[in-house]
């Protein structure tokens, strides 16, 4: 019974370990690499702590083990009271203080770049790319309008007489930072982009802004992370990340769309998009 | 132990069977405002005439007299030889072997599973004896153990679906009264009149289009609790949904029809009425009734349903006829600052009289929804001021103010409302004697609204009671 002891309580480690380690094998992993170098980043301090507690985590359990080993191989040997050791106790303190305090200031700077307004791109800030409305229970997406040159205005915060409207799909240009307000229109939402390790809650009454800048083209999930009701799941729509050409032509066709009046051809740019 | 294991398991079972649940029957309306005046004898026959020609939602009856695009079969495939499909039929899908091969010919074969899932495969032809299909394109190649629905059983699929993403709201039998309707306003859509309210044709008889509900399901309805399905739903999930719904609407409407023909002739007072009128007894009167129920049953029902059908199936095809969406004569008026004063003079004129409901300040607050209106069907008068719709839903004009525009903002949606009104509700069509031009006028002018103070100055003086513009009412 005392080698089942030691078995059980060696076996948990190991198989926490193998598990880990064949996860990305099974897509029980991170959805691939992140597509924008925040989300490395981010990804980066998630390894560093994974690191951190998986070191602790194999210690503690090696000791645990050797204590439950040792005992059951000597019968002379018996365990002793203590009331403790004062040296022991500063070291436990202090070792774990300094490492979440190495944390605490060396992810500060991701923390910034990712939160911070002034720590925003200034490309990114100035030129809102859309306003996105989370709402029961679909994502409601408005572009500012387009120039005589085609290229986007300034995105104001009251809606534009060209303004130009979308639902649940979310095109980005790819290689520039892009910022968007997020909103809700009645409870709080999620706004959660996995594949690029955003994940921003949206509430009512306030604007929120996010950038990212996506370094790789391709269609990715763009879900609600905020049980907000019972059509919660119904809150699953794309984010596309494409080429700045395909961005623009893809709001040419928005405009052409939205000012339909029976005549003009629908998205005459539409067969690009095909 | 073993009894108190026992209980448990049997506990267990009932509760999970509890889970199963059976809401998933056709409601009847036994109890609206239509089928009361009907006589219960009749309204029984009805019922069964439903259920003859419709089913229940799990065992559906394809009734080829609707034009719905029914499925045949749906099965798993069980092996693949260069172009050929060898399947197995569930146990749902009736017997395939007598079938023409040609039926399935220039069919496609849907994947509701694995990895092309939604994805379609045209089909040459189908092998009744050996069960296999052969492909025409190898553009799709599915693999072994998929799912797949073939010559569509596009109901069964959008029965599934329907339940899954519809059914709360909008109810079994598409009466738009689900568990969660209560809490929404505006209410979900009731399909059961065949009336949707955003549509593409013309008139106030006009079906929706697929088009129509396509787009529906494919951008929501803003400012209402209608969700956008798209991109959680593929293509191939709208169609079935979309055959799914059409059905449970022709359904619904032979129903309502059904029931208005028998009002006169079989109401539910007749007996009492005609007693009192030839002093004879009651009772022998609905003897009366019943044998002469019986005759046209045997007689002139069969006729009737298949007229009711006829016109309906009709209607629908019509809506789907080339030229049946609504296309205005002149491409839109250039959006101007004259234009738009010529569409405000014509909303605050008399001929559109759009102020009446919409009113001056364009907030949706009309001298009409302070009035009390007559409801059209029984021509009695609303118990409450304000505007109510066929389903009898207090409504409110749109405040245009707002910028939110439930069927689309494109302005051929907005032409369309504006030409067409809105189906089932007190939202008129305007006037043959408006002419496109100034339709466009008015599309410009609505559409400025949310972005000036539409209001004279001077109106909100010398408004009538009831009718300032300026403060929100409450009904």
Redesign the interface.
Known sequence: MRKFWCGFFIFWPIAAIIYSAVSPQFNWWFPGPSVTELGQRIDNLFYLILIIVTAVFIGTQVALGYCLWRASHNKEERAWFTHGSHNLEVIWSVVPSVILLFLALYQMDVWALYRVQSFFPKEAREAPVAEVTA????W?IRYPGLDEHGVPKKLHLK???DDL?T???LHVPIGRPVMINLRSDDVQHSFFLPHLRIKQDAIPGQIIPIWFKPERPGNFDLACAELCG??HY?????LIVEREVEFQAYLQKLRA????????TPSAVAKKDE | MSVRWQSLIVGLACALAGCGGDGSQMRFVENSTLAKPVHRKARAVVKTTLEEHFGAPLNSVAWLELPVKYGRAEGKITAIDDQTLSVEFNAETMDLTGFDAAEFAGTELLLTSGTNQEKAIPLASFDGKTKTFEMSSLAVVPAVGDQFVAGGNVLKHGRKLYARHCQHCHGVSGDGDGPTAKYLNPRPRDYRQGKFKFTSTAGPAGKATRDDLRRILGQGIPGTYMPAFVPMLKDGELTAIIEYVRWLAMRGEVEWQLLGQFKDEYASDRAKKEAKESGGKESEIEKQIDSQLKEFVKSGLSALVQEVAGDLADKWIAAEEEGAAIIPELARVADSPESRKRGKDLFYGKVANCVNCHGLAAKGNGAQTEDVAKNLRTGELYPTPGLFDDWDQPVKPRDLTRGIYRGGRRPIDIYRRITQGIKGTPMPGAPKTIKSDEIWDLVNFVLSIPFESPAPKTASAHSIAGQSGEKGHAN
């Open positions: 709402r029961q229970f679909e409601r809606p534009q007489p409207y639902v649940n799909d019972w059509g119904k809150m699953r729509a794309q769309d939205q000012n339909y009046d029976g005549h003009a």
